[in-house]
């Protein structure tokens, strides 16, 4: 068993049970994101915290669903070494696939665009990625329609 894998397996099978408390304490993290500029508190964040809490909060109460995918292709996108791309974009896609936010709102839509013109090669494989993920839900007509409208 390869050693890498084993938590990862571990923290998809860990969820909490929802609260008023843990609400909190998601609305916390996601502040924190957004005003921290350590490097590895955000990757913590990122890889670790966030998708727990995604996965583990009802969507009806799921909030700051823009402020963190704007978080994730404005500034974090930019902001972060391109070896965590990785981490990114998978809360993004589980965040996209909890939610199911439209692509074509003003910020996302434009961010995306942005990213995919970017003179990096990273920038642009990371929103080229992100796509090609949302496209393999076409088969679920609102996911679908939600990838042909931003298209």
Same mark, same amino acid.
């Given at each position: ?78 902001? *972060? ?34 990213? *995919? ?35």
């Amino acid at each position: 068993q390869n050693i890498n894998t084993a938590p990862q397996r571990q923290q998809q099978q860990l969820r909490i049970k929802f609260s008023d408390r843990v609400l909190q304490i998601y609305q916390k993290l996601i502040e924190w994101l957004s005003i921290e500029k350590h490097i590895l508190v955000r990757v913590k964040l990122i890889k670790e915290l966030l998708p727990i809490f995604i996965s583990s909060i009802p969507l009806q109460q799921l909030s700051n669903v823009e402020t963190l995918y704007g978080l994730i292709v404005t500034r974090l996108l930019y902001e *972060m070494p391109p070896k965590y791309f990785s981490f990114v974009l998978q809360l993004l896609i589980r965040l996209w696939l909890k939610t199911n936010f439209s692509l074509q709102s003003y910020g996302f839509q434009q961010s995306l665009w942005k990213a *995919m013109q970017h003179s990096s090669v990273h920038h642009e494989l990371f929103a080229l990625g992100f796509l090609v993920i949302c496209t393999f839900y076409h088969s679920q007509p609102a996911y679908a329609d939600n990838v042909i409208a931003f298209l």
